[in-house]
């Protein structure tokens, strides 16, 4: 299960510098570790580089997101990438830990498309021994919460690719909205694919929490 993961090559790329939300708080430092139903978010690690090789490479995993890295050297820079995006303000990637383990299998980002996390932009990528488990529920709904609550996102919206119907029945199924076709927006392997826009406005969100929603 996976939809719109298109950071992986940020950590090769040369960013020119960005302004930093004026705003700090503890996440900048550290990512919280934040516990569900059968699952923990937490920081990436170095050591989550070989695990997320050989899961987010699977072709299956990997067919609707951007190439991720191919060596375990990849990931470890794309980890550490991530980590200094997160100092920045601008970026976060959460591990996926399924109760009883304790290395990653798969990631949830989250990453600012106005500069200060007013609307915010979503992806995952998760093992595909983990579909269908109730694992990627209960890591949606602590990202979602993540998102609105800490780190104060309006609307958050999410990109999946036509095709993938596993992705965004999933983006239904937490509450999702969608909003249209974005016509050829998503090259993979040499060829431009439709991609369903999806959002969720913070105070939906909320709402969806107090009624209980599908989500909990």
């Known amino acids: 299960m ?3 993961v298109r950071e992986w090559s940020g950590y090769l790329s040369s960013i020119a510098p960005r ?26 690690r170095t050591s989550d580089a070989p695990a997320l090789l050989a899961l987010l490479g ?6 609707f997101i951007s190439p991720p890295p191919t060596t ?4 470890e820079r794309f980890i550490a990438w991530a980590r200094q995006e997160r100092g920045a303000g601008r970026y976060i990637c959460f591990a996926v ?5 304790d290395t990653a299998v798969g990631i949830f980002q ?3 498309l106005d500069g200060q996390f007013g609307t915010a ?22 990202t ?10 309006h609307r958050l919206e999410a990109r999946a690719a036509v095709g993938n119907g596993r992705g965004n029945g999933a983006l239904a199924k937490i509450g999702a909205v969608r909003e249209g076709v974005l016509r050829r927006s998503f090259l993979r392997h040499g060829q431009y694919h439709d991609q369903a826009l999806w959002s969720i406005v913070r105070d939906d969100w909320r709402r969806q929490r107090q009624m209980g929603a599908a989500v909990h």
């Open 58 to 63: 699977e072709p299956e995993v990997a067919r």
């Open 19 to 44: 302004q930093a939300p004026e705003t700090t708080s503890d996440w900048r430092m550290r990512l919280p570790v934040m516990t569900g139903a059968g699952v923990t978010l937490r920081e990436l």
């Open 144 to 153: 979602v919460d993540f998102a609105f609550d800490t780190l104060g996102v």
């Open 110 to 112: 989250i990453r600012q």
């Open 72 to 75: 375990v050297e990849g990931f």
């Open 97 to 101: 830990v399924p109760q009883g383990m």
């Open 2 to 4: 996976d939809i719109a």
């Open 121 to 142: 932009e979503w992806g995952f990528a998760l093992g595909r021994s983990l579909w269908g488990t109730g694992v990627f529920r209960a890591a949606a709904r602590l």
